[in-house]
C-alpha cells in the first residue's frame, strides 16, 4: 500500500518547489503562487499523518482552515498587488522593496 | 487498485505542476501550471480519504484562488510583458534569471540538508499500514467543526469578512480623501 | 649702631649703589650719573678719612683691628655644616689703603670730568669706574680670600672693560683681551692656592689662616713631594705676579695704556695692580713659612730691573709712565721678599699717589695737544718739547711727583725706596743669595731716575720739536678739575705726610710725637696673637667686640737686638748715602743728555744695538708668547682636544644618535603607516562599511531576502531538532 512517507516525500518536494518559487521568481503574483504552494505542501501533510497516525479527523479540520485562510490570503494579497500596480506600475518584487514611496 | 493508479496520476500531476511553477516563463503558464498541482493535490486527497477536503480545495483553491490570481494577472498585465524591475543597478526580469534560481537552490539545499536529515531517517516505503476503509467523511467533519473546533470555525469566518472588506477597500478604483 | 653699618658698609655700597643707578640712567642724564658717581665717591672717603682717623689718632695701635663676619648663605642640612661667610677685616693696613683708594679715586673721578668730557661714551665711562672702585673697596675689606678672589675678578672684569673702552682702536680689543687672559692665568694659580689653604686650615679666612701657620698646622702636608706651605705660597703668589704684572706676566700692562688715561692712573697705577702686593702683604706670613722669600725677592727685582731697561727707550709718554709701573711694582714685591713689609706697603701707597699725579698730568699733556690734521692727541714725545711754559700746572705736579719716583730726599718715594734698598742691602750683608737682587734693586733707582727724568726734560723743556703742535697749545689755567686734583697730588707726594726724617729711619719729634706713624703702625701680623685665636671651620659666625689694644710705641730698634740694631741702622744709612747719590747721578745723567747735549743717545743706540733691538721688542717676550707659546704649543693642543670632542666624539656620539634616531623614525613611521594606519584606521572605516554593507543588506527591503533568510534560519532550527 502507500505508506506515509511517500506523502511526506510528496509534500516535502511541494514545500520545496514552494520556496524555490518565492526565492527565484520576481514576480509578486509568482511569488503568490509559491505561497499556494507551501500551504498546500503543508495540507497535504496534516491529512497524510490524520489518517496514518492519528486515525481521527483533525487533520482534516485543519486542511480545511488552511484552505479558507489561503483563500482569504489570496484575495486581500492580490488586493494590494492590483493597488500596487495602480501606483508603482509595475509588479517586480524590487519595486517593493521600499516602506514609504 | 484504483487508489494506487489514482495516486500515481495525482502524484505526477502534482509534482509536474509544482516543477512547472518553478521553471515557466510565462506567468499565464505558471498559474495554470499551478491549478494542475491543486488538481493533484486534490487527487491525492482522495487516495487519503478525505474526500471532503478535496471537494473544498477543487472548489475554493482550484476554483477561486487560481482563477483570483489569473484575474490579477490579467488587470496588471503581466500575461503581455516580460517585467523589468524599475529601480535598482541591474535589470532583472520578473521571472528570474539565473542569478536568482541559483540563490534558490543554495539555499533549497541547506534546508533539504537539515530536513532532509530527519525526514531521511524515518522515510520507510515499504511499510504500509493497515488501511482503513474509506469512508465518508463529510458528517463527521460537521460534527466536528460545531463541536470541538467551533472557535476555529467562528474565528474564520471573522477572518474572511476582515478579507472581504480589506480587498475591497484595498483596491477599491478611486481613493477619497486621504 | 654697629662700627660695620655706621663706618664701613657705606665705603663699599655707596660706589656699587652709583654702579647700578648709573648703568641704567647713563644714556639719558648723563650730567646726574656722573655727579652721582663723584658723590658716591667722595662720600667714601669722607667714611673712609673717618676710620683713619679712627685708626691713626684715636687708637693708635698696631695690634687694633676689627673684624666682623656675617653670613652669606647656609646651605647646611642636620649635622653637616655649609655656611659660607663674608666679613670684614680692618686693621692699620686696612685704613690707610682705604684712604688712599678713596682719595686718589675720587681725585681721578674729577679729573675725568675734564679729560672725558668730549667723548662720546662719557658717562660709561664713570658706570665702570664706580663698579670698579667698589671692587677694589670690597676687596680692600674683605677678610677672607675668597671674597678677595671674588673682587678681584671683578676688576679684572672693570679693566678688561676701561681697557677696551675705545673699541674703534684697533689694538684696544686685543689690548683688554690680553690684560684680562694674562691676569687669568695668575688667577687659576691664585685660586689653587685658594684651596689648597682650604684643604689644611679649613678655612680661607685670613685670621684663620694666621693662627693655623701659628700653630704649625702646615707641617707634614706635602703636595708632589712639595711642602705644602711652599705650594699654597707660590700658587698665591703667582697671582700676584699676574695682577701686579711682575715677570713673566707682565706683558699685558703696556699694552693696558690703550684705555683711557684716567682709567690708567686708577687701575693701572694706583689700584688694581697694587691689590697683588697687597694680598702678598697679607699673606706675608705665608710666604715666610713657605720659604718664599727669595723667589719673590727675585722676582721683584728681575721685574723692576727689566722693565726700567725697556722704559729708557720709550717714546710714547704713557708707555714710559707703564714701564714705570711695573719696575715700582718690582720694588713692593723685591721689599715683601727682603722683609721689609712696612717699607713694601709704605712704597705702595706713596707710588699709588704719585703714579696716579704722572698719570693725570700725562693726560693733561695729551689732552692738551691736540693734532688737528688726524683729530687726536700726541702722545708721542718727539713730537712734544718746552711746554713749561704753556702746561706751568701740570708741569709743577709733574716735577713733584717725578722727583718722588727718582728717590730725591725729603720725597716720599725716597723714602720708601730706600728703605726697601736698605732692607735689601741688611739681607745682602747676611747672605750671599740676596746680592743680585739688591744689584738689581739699586741699578734699577738709577735707571728709574734717569727715564723719568729723561721723560719731563723731553716734554717739558728745550724747544718744541713740532711747533705747529706747539702753537695750538692752549695756555693752561687753573681750573678745577684739570689742575686742583693734580696740584693736591702731587702735595701728597712730599715725604713729611709719611716719616719725619731723612731717611726714614729714626723718629723725628717735629711737631707731635707721633712722626713715625707709619712704620710704627704698619706691621707684620704677629702670629702669636693669633696662636691662641679659636679656629673655627668655615661656617659659623664670628663677632669679636672692639677689644681693649694698647698703644703703641714706635721702637728704634725694630725689635732687634742692640748690636744688630746698630749694625741696621748703619747700613741703612749706607744704603740712603748711596740712593741719593745714584738718584742724582741719574738726573744729572739724564741732563747732560737732553738739556746740555752733551752725550748722544744715538751714539748709545747704535753701540749697542743689539740691546737696542731687544729692548725694542721688549725682550722679545711678546714674540716669545705669541708665536712659540700659543701658536706652537697651545693652537696645536687645542686643535688636538678639538679634533677629539669634534672629530672623533661628535661624529660618532652626535652624529651617530642622528644615524640612530632617524632610523627609528623611518621604522616607526613604516609601523605606523603600515600596521597602524591600514589596520587601525583604515580599518575602522572598513568595519563601519563592513557593518553598512551588512545592515544594507539585511535592511534592503527586499521580501525574497526576508524570506530566504526565514528559510535558513528555519532550517538552522530543524537542524538542531532533536528527535528520537
Given at each position: 500500500?502507500?505508506?506515509?512517507?511517500?506523502?511526506?516525500?510528496?509534500s516535502?518536494?511541494?514545500?520545496?518547489?514552494?520556496?524555490?518559487?518565492?526565492?527565484?521568481?520576481?514576480?509578486?503574483?509568482?511569488?503568490?503562487?509559491?505561497?499556494?504552494?507551501?500551504?498546500?505542501?503543508?495540507?497535504?501533510?496534516?491529512?497524510?499523518?490524520?489518517?496514518?497516525?492519528?486515525?481521527?479527523?483533525?487533520g482534516?479540520?485543519?486542511?480545511?482552515?488552511?484552505?479558507?485562510?489561503?483563500?482569504?490570503?489570496?484575495?486581500?494579497?492580490?488586493a494590494?498587488?492590483?493597488?500596487?500596480?495602480?501606483?508603482?506600475?509595475?509588479?517586480?518584487?524590487?519595486?517593493?522593496?521600499?516602506?514609504?514611496? | 487498485?484504483?487508489?494506487?493508479?489514482?495516486?500515481?496520476i495525482?502524484?505526477?500531476?502534482?509534482?509536474?505542476?509544482a516543477?512547472?511553477?518553478?521553471?515557466?516563463?510565462?506567468?499565464?503558464?505558471?498559474?495554470?501550471?499551478?491549478?494542475?498541482?491543486?488538481?493533484g493535490?486534490?487527487?491525492?486527497?482522495?487516495?487519503?480519504?478525505?474526500?471532503?477536503?478535496?471537494?473544498?480545495?477543487?472548489?475554493?483553491?482550484?476554483?477561486?484562488?487560481?482563477?483570483?490570481?489569473?484575474?490579477?494577472?490579467?488587470?496588471?498585465?503581466?500575461?503581455?510583458?516580460?517585467?523589468?524591475?524599475?529601480?535598482g543597478?541591474e535589470?532583472?526580469?520578473?521571472?528570474?534569471?539565473?542569478?536568482?534560481?541559483?540563490v534558490?537552490?543554495?539555499?533549497?539545499?541547506?534546508?533539504?540538508?537539515?530536513?532532509?536529515?530527519?525526514?531521511?531517517?524515518?522515510?520507510?516505503?515499504?511499510?504500509?499500514?493497515?488501511p482503513?476503509?474509506?469512508v465518508?467523511?463529510?458528517?463527521q467533519?460537521?460534527?466536528?467543526?460545531?463541536?470541538?473546533?467551533?472557535?476555529?470555525?467562528?474565528?474564520?469566518?471573522?477572518?474572511?469578512?476582515?478579507?472581504?472588506?480589506?480587498?475591497?477597500?484595498?483596491?477599491?478604483?478611486?481613493?477619497?480623501?486621504? | 649702631?654697629?662700627?660695620?653699618?655706621?663706618?664701613?658698609?657705606?665705603?663699599?655700597?655707596?660706589?656699587?649703589?652709583?654702579f647700578?643707578?648709573?648703568?641704567?640712567?647713563?644714556?639719558?642724564?648723563?650730567?646726574?650719573?656722573?655727579?652721582?658717581?663723584?658723590?658716591?665717591?667722595?662720600?667714601?672717603?669722607?667714611?673712609?678719612?673717618?676710620?683713619?682717623?679712627?685708626?691713626?689718632?684715636?687708637?693708635?695701635?698696631?695690634?687694633?683691628?676689627?673684624?666682623?663676619?656675617?653670613?652669606?648663605?647656609?646651605?647646611?642640612?642636620?649635622?653637616?655644616p655649609?655656611?659660607?661667610?663674608m666679613?670684614?677685616?680692618?686693621?692699620?693696613?686696612?685704613?690707610?689703603?682705604?684712604?688712599?683708594?678713596?682719595?686718589?679715586?675720587?681725585?681721578?673721578?674729577?679729573?675725568?670730568?675734564?679729560?672725558?668730557?668730549?667723548?662720546?661714551?662719557?658717562?660709561?665711562?664713570?658706570?665702570y669706574?664706580?663698579?670698579?672702585?667698589?671692587a677694589?673697596?670690597?676687596?680692600?675689606?674683605?677678610d677672607?680670600?675668597?671674597?678677595?678672589?671674588?673682587?678681584?675678578?671683578?676688576?679684572?672684569?672693570?679693566?678688561?672693560s676701561?681697557?677696551?673702552?675705545?673699541?674703534?682702536?684697533?689694538?684696544?680689543?686685543?689690548?683688554?683681551?690680553?690684560?684680562?687672559?694674562?691676569?687669568?692665568?695668575?688667577?687659576?694659580?691664585?685660586?689653587?692656592?685658594?684651596?689648597?689653604?682650604?684643604?689644611?686650615v679649613?678655612?680661607?679666612?685670613?685670621?684663620?689662616?694666621?693662627?693655623?701657620?701659628a700653630s704649625?698646622?702646615?707641617?707634614?702636608?706635602?703636595?708632589?713631594?712639595?711642602?705644602?706651605?711652599?705650594?699654597?705660597?707660590?700658587?698665591?703668589?703667582?697671582?700676584?705676579?699676574?695682577?701686579?704684572?711682575?715677570?713673566?706676566?707682565?706683558?699685558?700692562?703696556?699694552?693696558?695704556?690703550?684705555?683711557?688715561?684716567?682709567?690708567?692712573?686708577?687701575?693701572?697705577?694706583?689700584?688694581?695692580?697694587?691689590?697683588?702686593?697687597?694680598?702678598?702683604?697679607?699673606?706675608?706670613?705665608l710666604?715666610?713659612?713657605?720659604?718664599?722669600?727669595?723667589?719673590?725677592?727675585?722676582?721683584?727685582?728681575?721685574?723692576?730691573?727689566?722693565?726700567?731697561?725697556?722704559?729708557?727707550?720709550?717714546?710714547?709718554?704713557?708707555?714710559?709712565?707703564?714701564?714705570?709701573?711695573?719696575?715700582?711694582?718690582?720694588?713692593?714685591?723685591?721689599?715683601?721678599?727682603?722683609?721689609?713689609?712696612?717699607a713694601?706697603?709704605?712704597?705702595?701707597i706713596?707710588?699709588?699717589?704719585?703714579?696716579?699725579?704722572?698719570?693725570?698730568?700725562?693726560?693733561?699733556?695729551?689732552?692738551?695737544?691736540?693734532?688737528?690734521?688726524?683729530?687726536?692727541?700726541?702722545?708721542?714725545?718727539?713730537?712734544?718739547?718746552?711746554?713749561?711754559?704753556?702746561?706751568?700746572?701740570?708741569?709743577?705736579?709733574?716735577?713733584?711727583?717725578?722727583?718722588?719716583?727718582?728717590?730725591?730726599?725729603?720725597?716720599s718715594?725716597?723714602?720708601?725706596?730706600?728703605?726697601?734698598?736698605?732692607?735689601?742691602?741688611?739681607?745682602?750683608?747676611?747672605?750671599?743669595?740676596?746680592?743680585?737682587?739688591?744689584l738689581?734693586?739699586?741699578?734699577?733707582?738709577?735707571?728709574?731716575?734717569?727715564?723719568?727724568?729723561?721723560?719731563?726734560?723731553?716734554?717739558?723743556?728745550?724747544?718744541?720739536?713740532?711747533?705747529?703742535?706747539?702753537?695750538?697749545?692752549?695756555?693752561?689755567?687753573?681750573?678745577?678739575?684739570?689742575?686742583?686734583?693734580?696740584?693736591?697730588?702731587?702735595?701728597?707726594?712730599?715725604?713729611?705726610?709719611?716719616?719725619?726724617?731723612?731717611?726714614?729711619?729714626?723718629?723725628?719729634?717735629?711737631?707731635?710725637?707721633?712722626?713715625?706713624?707709619?712704620?710704627?703702625?704698619?706691621?707684620?701680623?704677629?702670629?702669636?696673637?693669633?696662636?691662641?685665636?679659636?679656629?673655627?671651620?668655615?661656617?659659623?659666625?664670628?663677632?669679636?667686640?672692639?677689644?681693649?689694644?694698647?698703644?703703641?710705641?714706635?721702637?728704634?730698634?725694630?725689635?732687634?737686638?742692640?748690636?744688630?740694631?746698630?749694625?741696621?741702622?748703619?747700613?741703612?744709612?749706607?744704603?740712603?748715602?748711596?740712593?741719593?747719590?745714584?738718584a742724582?747721578?741719574g738726573?744729572?745723567?739724564?741732563?747732560?743728555t737732553?738739556?746740555?747735549?752733551?752725550?748722544?743717545?744715538?751714539m748709545?743706540?747704535s753701540?749697542?744695538?743689539?740691546?737696542?733691538e731687544?729692548?725694542e721688542?721688549?725682550?722679545?717676550?711678546?714674540?716669545?708668547?705669541?708665536?712659540?707659546?700659543?701658536?706652537?704649543?697651545?693652537?696645536?693642543?687645542?686643535?688636538?682636544?678639538?679634533?677629539?670632542?669634534?672629530?672623533?666624539?661628535?661624529?660618532?656620539?652626535?652624529?651617530?644618535?642622528?644615524?640612530?634616531?632617524?632610523?627609528?623614525?623611518?621604522?616607526?613611521?613604516?609601523?605606523?603607516?603600515?600596521?597602524?594606519?591600514?589596520?587601525?584606521?583604515?580599518?575602522?572605516?572598513?568595519?563601519?562599511?563592513?557593518?553598512?554593507?551588512?545592515?544594507?543588506?539585511?535592511?534592503?527591503?527586499?521580501?525574497?531576502?526576508?524570506?530566504?533568510?526565514?528559510?535558513?534560519?528555519?532550517?538552522?532550527?530543524?537542524?538542531?531538532?532533536?528527535?528520537?
Amino acid at each position: 500500500m502507500i505508506s506515509l512517507s511517500s506523502y511526506l516525500l510528496i509534500s516535502f518536494f511541494l514545500f520545496l518547489c514552494g520556496i524555490l518559487v518565492i526565492i527565484a521568481r520576481k514576480n509578486i503574483i509568482a511569488i503568490l503562487l509559491g505561497i499556494e504552494l507551501l500551504l498546500n505542501s503543508a495540507a497535504l501533510n496534516f491529512v497524510a499523518y490524520s489518517r496514518y497516525t492519528a486515525q481521527n479527523l483533525d487533520g482534516h479540520i485543519f486542511a480545511l482552515f488552511i484552505i479558507v485562510i489561503a483563500a482569504a490570503e489570496a484575495a486581500v494579497g492580490l488586493a494590494i498587488v492590483i493597488r500596487f500596480f495602480q501606483i508603482k506600475e509595475s509588479i517586480h518584487i524590487d519595486d517593493a522593496s521600499q516602506l514609504q514611496s | 487498485m484504483f487508489v494506487k493508479f489514482l495516486f500515481l496520476i495525482s502524484t505526477l500531476l502534482t509534482l509536474a505542476g509544482a516543477i512547472g511553477v518553478v521553471a515557466v516563463k510565462n506567468i499565464m503558464h505558471a498559474c495554470v501550471f499551478l491549478l494542475a498541482s491543486l488538481i493533484g493535490v486534490a487527487g491525492l486527497y482522495v487516495t487519503l480519504g478525505a474526500d471532503f477536503v478535496s471537494a473544498v480545495q477543487l472548489v475554493v483553491y482550484v476554483g477561486g484562488v487560481v482563477i483570483l490570481m489569473i484575474f490579477a494577472v490579467m488587470l496588471t498585465g503581466g500575461d503581455k510583458a516580460d517585467f523589468f524591475n524599475k529601480f535598482g543597478f541591474e535589470k532583472v526580469s520578473a521571472m528570474g534569471n539565473k542569478k536568482t534560481y541559483l540563490v534558490g537552490s543554495a539555499v533549497l539545499i541547506v534546508f533539504t540538508l537539515s530536513v532532509g536529515k530527519i525526514i531521511f531517517n524515518i522515510i520507510d516505503l515499504k511499510s504500509s499500514k493497515d488501511p482503513q476503509s474509506y469512508v465518508s467523511t463529510v458528517e463527521q467533519l460537521g460534527h466536528l467543526l460545531l463541536t470541538d473546533h467551533v472557535l476555529a470555525f467562528e474565528a474564520s469566518s471573522v477572518v474572511l469578512l476582515g478579507a472581504l472588506i480589506g480587498a475591497a477597500i484595498i483596491a477599491r478604483p478611486n481613493r477619497g480623501v486621504k | 649702631m654697629d662700627y660695620t653699618v655706621t663706618s664701613v658698609a657705606p665705603i663699599i655700597l655707596l660706589p656699587f649703589l652709583a654702579f647700578v643707578i648709573n648703568s641704567f640712567i647713563v644714556k639719558k642724564f648723563t650730567k646726574v650719573a656722573i655727579v652721582i658717581s663723584c658723590g658716591a665717591i667722595f662720600t667714601s672717603f669722607l667714611f673712609a678719612l673717618r676710620i683713619f682717623k679712627n685708626f691713626v689718632f684715636d687708637v693708635y695701635s698696631s695690634g687694633y683691628h676689627v673684624h666682623k663676619v656675617f653670613n652669606w648663605f647656609d646651605l647646611s642640612y642636620d649635622k653637616i655644616p655649609f655656611k659660607v661667610d663674608m666679613g670684614i677685616y680692618i686693621d692699620n693696613m686696612t685704613a690707610v689703603m682705604l684712604l688712599m683708594v678713596t682719595g686718589v679715586a675720587t681725585l681721578i673721578h674729577i679729573f675725568s670730568t675734564f679729560y672725558m668730557q668730549h667723548d662720546a661714551r662719557y658717562g660709561r665711562f664713570f658706570v665702570y669706574m664706580s663698579l670698579f672702585t667698589s671692587a677694589m673697596l670690597g676687596l680692600v675689606l674683605s677678610d677672607n680670600l675668597l671674597s678677595v678672589f671674588i673682587f678681584w675678578e671683578l676688576m679684572g672684569f672693570c679693566s678688561y672693560s676701561l681697557i677696551g673702552f675705545y673699541y674703534e682702536k684697533e689694538g684696544a680689543g686685543n689690548a683688554s683681551l690680553k690684560a684680562f687672559m694674562t691676569t687669568r692665568v695668575g688667577d687659576v694659580f691664585f685660586l689653587l692656592g685658594i684651596l689648597a689653604l682650604w684643604s689644611v686650615v679649613g678655612s680661607v679666612r685670613f685670621v684663620d689662616i694666621y693662627s693655623a701657620i701659628a700653630s704649625g698646622a702646615f707641617s707634614n702636608h706635602f703636595v708632589l713631594g712639595i711642602p705644602l706651605a711652599t705650594f699654597a705660597a707660590f700658587c698665591v703668589f703667582m697671582g700676584t705676579i699676574g695682577k701686579s704684572a711682575q715677570f713673566p706676566l707682565q706683558v699685558w700692562l703696556p699694552d693696558a695704556m690703550f684705555g683711557p688715561t684716567p682709567c690708567s692712573a686708577l687701575i693701572h697705577a694706583a689700584t688694581m695692580v697694587a691689590a697683588g702686593v697687597y694680598l702678598s702683604l697679607r699673606m706675608e706670613p705665608l710666604m715666610q713659612l713657605g720659604n718664599l722669600k727669595v723667589f719673590i725677592a727675585y722676582v721683584g727685582a728681575i721685574t723692576a730691573f727689566g722693565a726700567a731697561t725697556i722704559a729708557l727707550i720709550q717714546t710714547d709718554i704713557k708707555a714710559v709712565l707703564a714701564y714705570s709701573t711695573i719696575s715700582q711694582l718690582g720694588y713692593m714685591v723685591l721689599g715683601i721678599g727682603v722683609d721689609a713689609y712696612n717699607a713694601s706697603f709704605m712704597h705702595l701707597i706713596t707710588h699709588a699717589v704719585f703714579k696716579a699725579c704722572l698719570f693725570l698730568a700725562a693726560g693733561s699733556v695729551i689732552h692738551s695737544l691736540h693734532d688737528h690734521h688726524t683729530d687726536s692727541h700726541v702722545q708721542e714725545m718727539p713730537r712734544m718739547g718746552g711746554l713749561r711754559k704753556k702746561l706751568p700746572f701740570t708741569f709743577i705736579a709733574m716735577m713733584f711727583c717725578t722727583l718722588a719716583i727718582a728717590g730725591i730726599p725729603f720725597f716720599s718715594g725716597f723714602v720708601s725706596k730706600d728703605r726697601i734698598l736698605g732692607e735689601a742691602l741688611i739681607k745682602a750683608f747676611h747672605s750671599k743669595v740676596y746680592i743680585i737682587p739688591m744689584l738689581l734693586g739699586f741699578a734699577a733707582a738709577f735707571l728709574t731716575a734717569f727715564y723719568m727724568f729723561r721723560m719731563m726734560f723731553l716734554t717739558f723743556f728745550g724747544e718744541p720739536r713740532d711747533k705747529d703742535l706747539h702753537h695750538h697749545v692752549h695756555e693752561e689755567h687753573i681750573s678745577w678739575n684739570q689742575n686742583i686734583p693734580l696740584l693736591i697730588l702731587s702735595v701728597f707726594t712730599l715725604g713729611v705726610f709719611y716719616s719725619g726724617s731723612l731717611t726714614g729711619q729714626g723718629e723725628v719729634k717735629i711737631f707731635s710725637k707721633r712722626y713715625e706713624w707709619f712704620a710704627t703702625l704698619i706691621e707684620k701680623p704677629h702670629l702669636e696673637n693669633f696662636k691662641d685665636y679659636e679656629r673655627q671651620p668655615f661656617g659659623f659666625s664670628d663677632q669679636k667686640s672692639k677689644k681693649v689694644f694698647e698703644q703703641s710705641i714706635y721702637d728704634p730698634t725694630h725689635g732687634l737686638e742692640e748690636e744688630e740694631a746698630h749694625h741696621a741702622h748703619q747700613t741703612h744709612v749706607f744704603g740712603a748715602i748711596l740712593s741719593i747719590i745714584i738718584a742724582f747721578s741719574g738726573v744729572g745723567l739724564a741732563y747732560l743728555t737732553y738739556i746740555a747735549k752733551k752725550i748722544d743717545p744715538r751714539m748709545w743706540t747704535s753701540r749697542f744695538s743689539n740691546w737696542n733691538e731687544a729692548l725694542e721688542n721688549k725682550y722679545y717676550m711678546d714674540w716669545f708668547y705669541i708665536e712659540v707659546l700659543i701658536k706652537k704649543v697651545l693652537l696645536p693642543f687645542n686643535n688636538l682636544v678639538s679634533f677629539f670632542d669634534m672629530g672623533i666624539f661628535d661624529r660618532y656620539a652626535v652624529d651617530g644618535m642622528e644615524k640612530v634616531n632617524k632610523t627609528l623614525f623611518t621604522g616607526a613611521k613604516w609601523f605606523d603607516n603600515l600596521v597602524i594606519d591600514t589596520s587601525m584606521v583604515d580599518g575602522t572605516g572598513a568595519s563601519v562599511k563592513l557593518m553598512n554593507v551588512i545592515l544594507r543588506t539585511i535592511q534592503s527591503g527586499k521580501i525574497q531576502f526576508y524570506f530566504i533568510v526565514i528559510v535558513l534560519v528555519l532550517a538552522s532550527y530543524i537542524w538542531t531538532l532533536n528527535i528520537h
